[in-house]
């Protein structure tokens, strides 16, 4: 039966998803499920990117609205190409982090959609922010948004390290997206990841049927 409101009232956003990023001793792992979801009921999509480059060593991790979120990287990216040719240097991660506060806070009645951001810049090396709902920016070493981060929080907890290597952040990534997405019911699909260093960055997709596996399924 097809559900009708009345008085302005709306059915609230889901951000069926899992999306987090890392950093580690040389760069920072981006990564987040594939599925996207109607109203945290309906899966749409499982095959959904929500790892965003938006520059050559900057990405963004998307949650909430999903046309909300591809509007915003899509401005973000004009305003950081825009920067770059500027100031003949490629952007800092503090100033996409920025531009993507400032596109939230200036539209914060109209969006529902929040952001990780996460790249690697000579000045600052390894970065990784918060861009929430309504324009807050923090700075954190380690952070996972979505519906499915509150299956997580006790391992990432209790396994994250900000000093490991590539290898062990990569593989702690792909088992706390599996985690989720084998309880949260709105999370699934493919891990989708970055790797980004100094050197530059690497793709990493890993199908469902690939992931670490901890539980009967």
């Known amino acids: 039966m097809e559900k009708h409101y009345t008085n ?17 001793d040389g760069g920072v792992v981006i990564g987040s499920d594939s599925r996207a979801s109607i109203g945290g009921e309906y899966v749409s999509s499982k095959t959904i990117n929500k790892v965003i480059q938006v520059h050559d060593r900057i990405f963004c991790c998307i949650a909430g609205s999903l046309a909300d979120a591809q509007a915003v990287t899509k401005a973000a990216k004009f305003h950081l190409a825009f920067h770059s040719v ?39 090396g390894a970065q990784v922010y918060v861009v929430s709902l309504g324009g807050m920016l923090v700075r954190q070493p380690i952070t996972i948004g979505g519906s499915g981060s509150t299956y997580i929080y006790g391992y990432v907890d209790a396994k994250y390290k900000p000093d490991m290597s590539r290898d062990e952040c990569l593989q702690f990534a792909l088992n706390a997206l599996s985690l989720a997405m084998g309880r949260d019911n709105v999370s699934g699909g493919v891990a989708n990841l970055a790797v980004i260093t100094e050197e530059g960055v690497e793709h990493v997709v890993v199908p469902g049927d690939k992931l670490p596996r901890f539980h009967d399924e």
């Open 8 to 24: 302005s009232q709306v059915k609230g956003v889901s951000t069926g998803t899992t999306i987090l990023a890392a950093t580690f």
């Open 86 to 124: 500027q100031m003949e240097t490629p952007p800092l991660v503090i100033s996409a982090a920025s531009v993507l506060k400032e596109l939230c806070y200036k539209n914060k009645d109209e969006l529902q959609a929040g952001f990780i951001t996460a790249g690697w810049d000579r000045k600052k």
